[in-house]
C-alpha cells in the first residue's frame, strides 16, 4: 500500500496548489518590476498602480512586492512583447509578454501555436483589431465563434499562460 497515506495525498495536493501560486505569483511580479522600469511612482505611472492592486488582490507579499520594485530600479533586462496570432476558426489573439529575450519567448510562442491550432501573424494585422482602455486591450469588433473553436482556444490561452513569460492574453470573443 505504498503512497496512499494521507500525509502523501496531502502532500500532492498541497504541491499542486503551491505551483500554481508561485507562477502565479511570478507573473504578477514581473509585471510590477516591468511597469516599475518606466517610473518608480504609482502615483504617476497608472500601469505600476494596476499591477501592484493585482499583485495585492492575490495576495502577494508587500515583502516580495518591494523586491519587485528594487529589482526594477536595479536592472532593466526585462521588457515588454506583444505578440499577435489567430487561434483556432480565426480567433485574434494579443499575446502580451515580458521578457529578457524576445527571441526565445517568440519561438516558445510559435512552437505552442503550431501545437495546438494556431497561426503566427505579422506585427499589426491583429494590434488593430483591439483597443486599449485603462492599461487593458479589448476587442474593437467581438465576434461569435462555434463551441468547437472555443474549447481549442481555451486549450492554447491555458498553454499560452503556462509560459512564464506570458503575462495576459486577449481575445475578440463576445463575452456574455
Known amino acids: 500500500m505504498s503512497g496512499h497515506s ?3 495525498q496531502i502532500k500532492h ?4 496548489v503551491d505551483k500554481k501560486r508561485s507562477q502565479l505569483f ?6 510590477v518590476s516591468t511597469a516599475a522600469q518606466k ?3 504609482p502615483k504617476l505611472n497608472p ?6 492592486e493585482r499583485a495585492r488582490e492575490a495576495n502577494v507579499p508587500l515583502e516580495n512586492i ?3 520594485l528594487s529589482r526594477a530600479s536595479s536592472s532593466g533586462d526585462l521588457e515588454e512583447f506583444v505578440a499577435e496570432a489567430y487561434g483556432p476558426g480565426g480567433i485574434a489573439i494579443l499575446i502580451i509578454a515580458e521578457t529578457s529575450s524576445k527571441n526565445r519567448t517568440a519561438q ?8 495546438l491550432g494556431g497561426k503566427w501573424a505579422d506585427p499589426g494585422s491583429v494590434r488593430w483589431t483591439f483597443e486599449q482602455k485603462g492599461g487593458a486591450w479589448e476587442p474593437k469588433f467581438p465576434q461569435e465563434f462555434p463551441l468547437d473553436d472555443l474549447i481549442k482556444l481555451n486549450i492554447l490561452i ?3 499562460e503556462k509560459l512564464s513569460a506570458v503575462v495576459v492574453v486577449y481575445t475578440n470573443i463576445i463575452h456574455t
Open 13 to 16: 495536493k498541497k504541491g499542486l
Open 158 to 160: 491555458t498553454a499560452l
Open 26 to 31: 511570478s507573473k504578477l511580479l514581473s509585471a
Open 66 to 68: 518591494k523586491r519587485a
Open 6 to 8: 494521507k500525509w502523501k
Open 47 to 52: 500601469e505600476l498602480k494596476t499591477a501592484i
Open 108 to 115: 516558445e510562442i510559435k512552437l505552442l501555436l503550431k501545437n
Open 39 to 41: 517610473e518608480q511612482n
